[in-house]
């Protein structure tokens, strides 16, 4: 007989069914691993999106009086004027008035304080541009980039900047 014309042998027909099987399982396989892996992905970044969303929830919370003192701080600098406007000698008429003024101031940073909202310490300190806005520069003895007087307090709420202080920068003395 011709080779052309001889049937399949059952061996190579097996052989071919066995390679196509393999080729299957492989593939399935491939296919299983990046089903897994698009899986695992999915809920790391859920993971990731939920931890996200704590921590904003828990800014929100901490934060969420930010705006409202804020607000407060225009009514804390007019106070510190009217303190401040006041003349050190005052005939007795107005010293209860002076009193009460400086009660009330007491007992507005005591609620910033208990808010976690305090005072950006500036004077005698080097500019810090993360809680320091330079307004001008003055000729002084101090060290230059020296905060040489706060022209309006700044103010922090917990480890957020609420406003930054308004201050005059030393610069070095000019040399005739």
Do not use: C
């Not at 492989?26 to 996200?52: I, P, S």
């Not at 009514?75 to 406007?85: F, K, T």
């Not at 003024?101 to 007491?106: F, G, K, M, P, T």
């Amino acid at each position: 007989m011709n080779d052309e014309m001889a049937p399949e042998s059952p061996v190579t027909g097996e052989a071919d069914e066995l390679a196509a099987a393999r080729a299957e399982i492989v593939t399935l396989t491939e296919e299983r691993d990046a089903e897994r892996d698009r899986a695992l992905r999915a809920a790391a970044e859920a993971q990731n999106t939920r931890r996200r969303l704590e921590r904003d929830k828990a800014d929100a919370v901490q934060y969420a009086a930010a705006g409202f003192a804020r607000d407060l701080l225009s009514v804390a600098d007019n106070l510190a004027r009217a303190l401040e406007a006041l003349p050190a000698e005052l005939d007795e008429a107005l010293k209860p008035l002076k009193s009460g003024l400086e009660a009330v101031q007491r007992e507005m940073v005591s609620v910033f304080e208990r808010h976690g909202v305090k005072r950006v310490a500036a004077t005698g300190l080097p500019l810090d541009p993360n809680l320091h806005q330079a307004m001008v520069e003055v000729e002084s003895d101090a060290e230059p980039g020296t905060v040489v007087s706060e022209m309006q307090a700044g103010w922090m709420m917990k480890e957020r900047l609420l406003r930054p202080a308004l201050v005059a920068v030393a610069k070095a003395r000019e040399t005739a």
